[in-house]
C-alpha cells in the first residue's frame, strides 16, 4: 500500500493512478482512503464532539477513459 501526500491535487493523482493501472493491467482498481475532520458548529452541536468521515475514492481504468460528455450513471 502506498501513502499519498496530504498535498497531492486530483490532476496528479489520476495521472498517477493511470501510470499504475497501466503497468499493473487494467482490471485492477486503486482504492485511496483519507479520513476528514468536519469542522462544522451545527455538527458539533448535534453530536457533542468532532465529527470524522472517511473518504474513499475507487479509480478504475474505466473511470479514466470515461468520455466526459456522457452522463454518469447516478448522477443527475
Do not use: C, W
Amino acid at each position: 500500500m502506498t501513502k499519498v501526500p496530504d498535498n497531492v491535487t486530483l490532476g496528479e493523482l489520476v495521472s498517477q493512478s493511470a501510470r499504475a493501472l497501466a503497468r499493473a493491467g487494467l482490471q485492477h482498481r486503486i482504492d485511496i482512503y483519507r479520513d476528514v475532520e468536519v469542522d462544522d458548529p451545527a455538527v458539533f452541536h448535534m453530536l457533542g464532539q468532532k465529527h470524522r468521515l472517511r473518504v474513499r475514492v475507487r479509480i478504475t481504468a474505466t473511470s479514466l477513459l470515461l468520455d466526459a460528455k456522457r452522463p454518469v450513471p447516478g448522477r443527475s
